[in-house]
């Protein structure tokens, strides 16, 4: 889960994103990114206290999306993918990774909080 955290009480949190701009949600399905603001601190308390939780999940530390990016190996598929790209292609992608990571951008502003069934290794969610 990667959204916005606050942990305060929030209502009507649903926003669409469409071209880095907030749009109305339901105005293209499909093409309209959702985001909310979650409050991780009470979705983690509820998860602590209910037993089918406790027993078949395991939850990580909330991280920033750059630590979680960085976590799945963003550094290595970003080196791969631009080596094959022509010059153009390669600074449009290195200006998505920036503001994907970068602190002043998305990189801290936005925070995970990743869950995984119990049975499944401690390992990147991307490998």
Same mark, same amino acid.
């Given at each position: 889960?990667?959204?916005r955290? &606050?942990? #305060?009480?929030m209502?009507?949190?649903?926003?669409?994103? &469409?071209g880095?701009?907030?749009v109305d949600?339901l105005? @293209?399905?499909?093409? !309209?990114?959702l @985001?909310?603001? /979650?409050?991780f601190?009470?979705? &983690?308390?509820?998860?602590e206290?209910? #037993?089918?939780?406790?027993?078949?999940?395991?939850?990580?530390? !909330?991280?920033?999306?750059?630590?979680?990016?960085?976590?799945?190996?963003?550094?290595?598929?970003?080196?791969?993918?631009?080596?094959?790209?022509?010059?153009?292609?390669a600074m449009?992608?290195?200006?998505?990774?920036?503001?994907?990571?970068?602190?002043?951008?998305?990189?801290?502003?936005?925070? /995970?909080?990743?869950?995984?069934t119990?049975n499944?290794?401690? !390992?990147?969610?991307?490998?």
């Open positions: 889960m990667c959204i955290d &606050r942990d #305060e009480h209502e009507d949190t649903l926003r669409g994103i &469409r880095h701009k907030f949600p105005l @293209s399905p499909g093409d !309209v990114d @985001s909310a603001w /979650v409050s601190k009470q979705l &983690r308390w509820t998860l206290r209910l #037993e089918s939780a406790r027993r078949h999940l395991k939850w990580h530390p !909330v991280m920033t999306q750059a630590e979680f990016l960085e976590w799945g190996g963003i550094d290595i598929r970003l080196a791969h993918t631009i080596k094959e790209e022509e010059t153009k292609n449009r992608i290195l200006q998505s990774y920036r503001r994907l990571m970068d602190k002043d951008e998305m990189g801290e502003s936005y925070k /995970v909080f990743a869950f995984q119990k499944i290794p401690n !390992v990147s969610p991307w490998f």
